[in-house]
């Protein structure tokens, strides 16, 4: 047997005691431990505006953001953010707007050492927080012009370079310049360009094209 329970604002009380409830049958119940558009909304609305822009950036580049697209200038640093994202998981665990064992939906992307070279999500929350942010801001501008900003700079290497574009040459030229996309997005850019007239689809079946002469 499944049941499935939503419960919108639950009094401290009722939480405690079916949170109890749940821990005395913890061998029989199984706690959906998924990022829904609902928690990522509720996650997204606890941010401070400054992490917000890490998860909004993060879900314009399709699951990740590079560190150079997050400082003001030169000298800002990342450090920090981590202990601060941890500590809303945990935070939003004990309010009961998420089971304690969920995974945390953006980490840090580094070699160790406290170093961040930019942040990373699992492609398949991307959807789920795209809505949520949708939902909270109703216009996200600094996202649209991330997004628009990859466009621009896949663009310009396929005119500069011509011939054939598949997902790896496109992720690897917006790499070169300085832009982190995951293939989701590489492949809606070059729907995009064909759709535009620069690239024509030269398979049915995968994301090949090749530049319009």
């Not at 509720?42 to 953001?65: E, F, H, N, T, W």
């Not at 492609?123 to 795209?130: H, K, R, T």
């Amino acid at each position: 047997m499944k049941i499935t329970v939503t419960i919108d604002h639950p009094t401290h009380d009722f939480q405690q005691r079916l949170l109890a409830l749940l821990a005395e049958h913890a061998s029989e119940v199984e706690v959906d431990a998924t990022w829904t558009p609902e928690r990522a909304e509720q996650y997204y609305r606890s941010l401070p505006q400054r992490a917000r822009r890490i998860v909004k950036l993060c879900v314009a580049g399709d699951g990740y953001v590079a560190s150079e697209d997050l400082r003001d200038d030169e000298t800002t640093s990342l450090r920090g953010h981590s202990a601060a994202l941890k500590r809303l998981l945990q935070r939003g665990a004990l309010r009961g707007l998420w089971p304690e064992n969920i995974h945390p939906p953006i980490t840090p992307v580094g070699p160790g050492f406290g170093k961040v070279v930019g942040y990373g999500m699992d492609e398949d929350l991307v959807p789920a927080f795209f809505t949520a942010i949708r939902n909270v801001e109703t216009e996200p501008e600094e996202w649209a012009e991330h997004r628009l900003s990859q466009a621009a700079a896949l663009e310009g290497a396929v005119r500069a370079q011509g011939g054939t574009w598949d997902t790896r040459r496109a992720v690897t030229a917006l790499d070169d310049a300085g832009h982190k996309a995951g293939d989701k997005r590489v492949r809606q850019i070059l729907r995009d360009l064909a759709a535009s007239g620069l690239l024509v689809k030269t398979d049915s079946d995968r994301a090949v094209y090749d530049t319009r002469v």
